[in-house]
C-alpha cells in the first residue's frame, strides 16, 4: 500500500477498522497463507471486501471468540499466518484463556486484532468498550502488544506483523475522521519506539490515539514555554526499554498517556521498569479512571475524560509545577 499524501487523508477518514480491512487485502495478494479470520464481525472489522475477493482465506466462526483462537491456533501449527479480529473485550477477556494456552504457551503466529479498544465504540457501551484489555494481555508470558498511533501505523503494522514471529494483540484505538501523526512513509520496527518531536521540559510517552492528542499537547504547552518531547510507543509489550531509559537519564520527566484504564497499561509498565533503575525520574500516568463512565459519542467521551489535548496540556502542567 503506498503511503502518499492522497491516501494518508483517506485512511484517516475510513478510521482504522476500515483501513485494517485494507491492509489485509493487500497483504492476501502478496502472501497466500495469511488468513483473516473474524468472529461473524466482517463488517465491522472492515474484512467484507476481502471476504469476497479472497473466499478461501476468510474464517468467519461465528460469535464464538474461543473457538476462533483455538481455530487460528491449528491453522497456524500447519503454517498459516492467521489474523483474528473481534471488539476488544470479546477477544480479551472472553478467549482470555485460550489466548494464554494456545498462542502464549504454544507461541502459534496468530496476530488477534482487538477492534474499537478504549472509547471507540461510542453508544454501544461499557459492554463494548476496551478498557482494560492491555491489563489482561500483558500478563500473558510471551505475548506481544503493539497499538498503532494513527491509520498510517495501522498499515505498517500489518505489514510488520506478517513478518513477526510469535503471537501478537494488536490493539486498533480511535474511530473515522482519525487523527493523523504520519505524514509520509518511515522506519518502523516492533519494539522500537519513535520520538516524534524535541523538548527539554517534560517527555509524553503515549500509545495509540493518545499519540495524536499528546502532539496537540504539546503544542499547546509550547505557547505557554513548556517544550515537551512526545515519543509514541507503540508497542506496549515488550517495552523499548532504551527508550526510556535515555530519558531518565536526560534527568526529565515523564507522563505516560493512554486510551485505558490506569491500572495495568503503559503507565503501569513504565512505572514497573522505573523501579528496576537506579536513577529515579518523576513520572504520571494519565488514562482512564478506574471505573465505568457514562456512554455518548467518542470525541465527546475523550474530553469527557480529560484526554484531548487541552486535559492533557494542563494535567502535565499541574503535574510540573507540583515537581
Known amino acids: 500500500m503506498d503511503i502518499n499524501e492522497t491516501n494518508v487523508r483517506l485512511w484517516s477518514r475510513f478510521g482504522p477498522r476500515a483501513v485494517y480491512g485494507q491492509a489485509m487485502l493487500a497483504l492476501a495478494e502478496k502472501c497466500p497463507n495469511v488468513l483473516a479470520m473474524s468472529a461473524d464481525l466482517s463488517n465491522a472489522s472492515g474484512l467484507a471486501p476481502f471476504s469476497r475477493k479472497y473466499p478461501k482465506q476468510f474464517i468467519n466462526t461465528g460469535i464464538a471468540e474461543q473457538n476462533l483462537i483455538g481455530v487460528s491456533a491449528g491453522l497456524a501449527k500447519e503454517g498459516f499466518i492467521p489474523f483474528v479480529s473481534s471488539f476488544a473485550p470479546f477477544v480479551s477477556m472472553r478467549a482470555s484463556e485460550q489466548i494464554r494456552m494456545e498462542l502464549g504457551y504454544m507461541q502459534f ?164 521498569h522505573l523501579t528496576t533503575l537506579k536513577k529515579k525520574t518523576p513520572h504520571k500516568i494519565i488514562g482512564l479512571k478506574d471505573e465505568f463512565g457514562k456512554t455518548a459519542e467518542y470525541e465527546h467521551l475523550i474530553k469527557l475524560h480529560g484526554l484531548n489535548g487541552d486535559s492533557i496540556a494542563r494535567k502535565v502542567e499541574i503535574f510540573l509545577k507540583l515537581m
Open 109 to 272: 503466529n496468530v496476530r488477534v486484532v482487538a477492534l474499537g479498544s478504549g472509547l471507540a465504540m461510542s453508544f454501544l457501551g461499557n459492554s463494548h468498550y476496551g478498557l482494560e484489555d492491555i491489563a489482561v494481555m500483558r500478563t500473558i508470558p510471551g505475548l506481544t502488544i503493539v497499538s498503532p498511533s494513527d491509520c498510517v501505523e495501522v498499515v505498517k503494522v500489518i505489514q510488520a506483523a506478517e513478518r513477526y514471529e510469535g503471537p501478537m494483540y494488536i490493539r486498533l484505538t480511535g474511530a473515522v475522521n482519525n487523527p493523523i501523526v504520519n505524514t509520509t512513509d518511515y522506519e518502523y520496527e516492533i519494539g522500537k519506539a519513535i520520538k516524534l518531536n524535541k523538548g527539554d521540559d517534560v517527555v509524553i510517552v503515549s500509545t495509540g490515539s493518545m499519540v495524536a492528542k499528546s502532539l496537540d499537547a504539546a503544542k499547546i504547552l509550547a505557547k505557554k514555554g513548556i517544550h515537551a518531547e512526545v515519543v509514541n510507543m507503540h508497542t506496549i509489550k515488550p517495552l523499548d526499554v532504551d527508550a526510556l531509559e535515555e530519558i531518565v537519564n536526560a534527568g526529565k520527566p515523564m507522563v505516560s498517556v493512554e486510551e485505558h484504564t490506569v491500572i495495568g497499561g503503559l503507565g503501569s509498565a513504565i512505572a514497573e
